[in-house]
């Protein structure tokens, strides 16, 4: 299965390098530079500690046994080793502290603005994006960030620092055996930027996979009533075993070039040390160096090895860092909405005219919508009919913005709807569909969803809707958690509860989508005198495909292939003997029989 996501596939993902993405890190990371430069001086601080232990050594072996032995070393050495343990203790808390509070800081900031440009972004970004993707870069790629802020940049500063002071120091003790230890490291940087390129483009097809992975069980478990009837367990754990084993692989050759590095390091670092002890021995006997000299030397080669083997093996963690910035970063640059003009509307009286109105979604040739022209009325009720696919969802998803026309122009009391902000548009809207979004809070904040609960006017609502008595016997009444999606709820109920939304709002424009067309007969007439008193007083755009939801409409608007082909009222249409008589025959026979 494949997916189409350009949060997953960055148009410049391939081409941007580490240095672009830290860029685009520096914003999040300027407010807090002074905190970040006081743990990089703990590290400092730490690091220069890591030194300070084989200069130790060095008075130790020389002057502190046998007839060489003095009192200043004998005290001095034990004192200054609980000294530099002291340190180096309160240096390494401090820097993990300063550090910690830094990328958790900018973790919330960078989580605050993916999900901020989420919700401010277009109709089709929704359309194009699983929910899983989504998902995985909003709650869980995001701590992949966390991941190099901690963890790489604690090794990258502390390791790198313990490095230079290590060979700092080891320059000042013998600097001819220093230059041997010099030539090694251009060699394990060589090493590291060829495993670098490929752990990052295994590292991009890693997360596209894992994206894929999410989608699988998301489809699962969304569909898991079709799933069990159809018996298609087994081909899910297929489908699911299939993309786990492909991200195994992955996974593997990301361990099998990551790997590399240490055991080719090591050996570099062997074949130094080997030279090393050579040319200490060699100068041991023309007296060009000291036990202890030699001892402190080899200590420190030794010591300057496990952070080498820290910074090799941050590369992976940080290629898997920088891979889930790209994908962030891809979220926080999608486009925003557009705003719409400037042009309040307060109150719209609820005339609505649609001119030559065409819109194409790009994925065929011909037009969704092809030149439609119709006016509505203030408090006008009219309904569209036509088959499935004549265009009538997008039709009255272009009203509230959702999708801009490709052509003509939608106007709302004589005014063009893109002069109107688009907060102040959909203010004068509201919409209730047969697929009900209900959210896991308390029936309250349902109803009053976007405003401050008030409790009279919820009550209300739900009078309305005819949903009141079921509330009241409820065990803590509006204030009853529904569940994910109103699950704790009948199907009638969760439509109801919708229309209770759409009569809080109290919009003057009202767009009701197939709202009736899942409900049993029972249901349905609870429903449908709960949408009398909804549309009262409003204009109503009304989509159904049981047209005897629609026969006391104003005007029935009859739409196919993306044009309206007849409108009229329901006898009128029956009279004429159009396409609109032949979906009622049809209708009315299915339900003789």
């Not at 807090?32 to 050594?57: E, N, W």
């Not at 709650?139 to 963890?151: G, H, R, T, Y």
């Not at 996974?251 to 050996?267: E, H, K, S, Y």
């Not at 109103?486 to 109920?493: E, F, I, K």
Request: proline fraction near 4%; charged fraction near 20%.
């Amino acid at each position: 299965m494949e997916t189409q996501s350009t949060l997953r596939k960055p148009a410049d993902a391939a081409r941007a390098p580490t240095s672009a993405v830290m860029k685009r890190l520096w914003p999040y990371i300027r407010p807090l530079i002074g905190v970040l430069l006081l743990g990089i001086v703990a590290m400092a601080v730490s690091a220069a500690t890591d030194a300070g232990i084989p200069a130790l050594l060095k008075p130790l072996l020389d002057h502190g046994f046998g007839s060489n032995a003095s009192k200043h070393s004998v005290w001095f050495v034990p004192i200054a080793v609980i000294g530099l343990a002291l340190v180096r203790s309160v240096s390494s808390y401090a820097s993990n502290y300063l550090l910690q509070y830094v990328s958790n800081r900018i973790l919330l900031q960078m989580r605050l603005d993916m999900f901020n440009r989420m919700i401010h972004t277009s109709t089709s970004f929704f359309q194009r994006e699983t929910a899983s993707t989504i998902i995985n870069a909003i709650v869980f790629e995001v701590n992949q960030i966390l991941n190099v802020l901690i963890s790489v940049l604690i090794t990258l500063v502390r390791d790198s620092l313990t490095v230079i002071f290590l060979l700092g120091y080891l320059f000042i003790l013998n600097w001819r055996l220093t230059l041997i230890v010099a030539v090694i490291l251009p060699g394990i940087g060589w090493i590291t930027s060829k495993i670098s390129r490929r752990l990052r483009r295994l590292g991009r097809e890693h997360q596209s996979l894992t994206n894929d992975l999410s989608y699988i069980v998301e489809e699962t478990v969304g569909g898991y009533k079709v799933v069990k009837v159809h018996n298609g367990e087994d081909y899910e754990t297929r489908r699911f075993t299939a993309m786990s084993k492909r991200l195994r692989g992955y996974q593997m050759r990301m361990t099998v070039a990551g790997g590399l590095a240490q055991p080719l390091t090591q050996f570099l670092a062997s074949i130094a040390l080997a030279i090393v002890i050579t040319i200490a021995v060699v100068q041991s006997v023309h007296d060009q160096t000291t036990v202890g000299g030699f001892v402190a030397f080899v200590t420190s080669m030794l010591l300057i090895i496990s952070p080498l083997k820290h910074l090799i093996d941050v590369n992976q963690p940080l290629q898997r860092g920088m891979t889930a910035c790209e994908l962030i970063f891809g979220l926080i640059d999608e486009p925003l909405e557009p705003a719409g003009g400037d042009r309040k509307l307060e109150h719209a009286r609820g005339d609505i005219e649609f001119r030559d109105v065409s819109f194409n979604y790009g994925a065929t040739d011909r037009p969704t919508l092809d030149r439609v022209s119709f006016t509505v009325k203030p408090g006008e009720m009219v309904a569209l009919a036509g088959p499935s696919g004549s265009g009538k969802t997008t039709l009255v998803n272009l009203l509230p913005r959702f999708f801009w026309p490709t052509g003509g122009e939608i106007l709302i009391d004589g005014v063009p709807i893109d002069e109107y902000g688009v907060h102040d548009l959909r203010s004068q809207m509201a919409m209730v569909s047969q697929d009900v979004v209900l959210f896991n809070d308390t029936i309250a904040a349902n109803v009053a969803y976007g405003q401050a609960p008030d409790r009279e006017r919820v009550e209300a609502a739900l009078r309305a809707a005819n949903l009141a008595d079921a509330v009241a016997m409820m065990p803590q009444g509006i204030d009853t958690l529904i569940g994910g999606n109103g699950m704790r709820l009948s199907g009638g109920q969760r439509q109801r509860l919708a229309i209770a939304r759409a009569i809080y709002k109290d919009a003057p424009i009202l767009i009701l989508d197939e709202a009736t067309s899942a409900l049993d007969s029972e249901s349905e007439r609870h429903v449908q005198a709960a949408l009398e008193t909804l549309m009262k007083g409003r204009t109503t755009l009304v989509i159904a495909h049981r047209l005897s939801t629609i026969e006391r409409a104003n005007r029935i608007l009859v739409m196919e292939s993306g044009r309206i082909v007849e409108q009229g009222s329901h006898d009128e249409l029956l009279q004429h003997g159009g396409l609109y008589a032949h979906l009622h025959r049809i209708q009315y026979q299915q339900q003789a029989a």
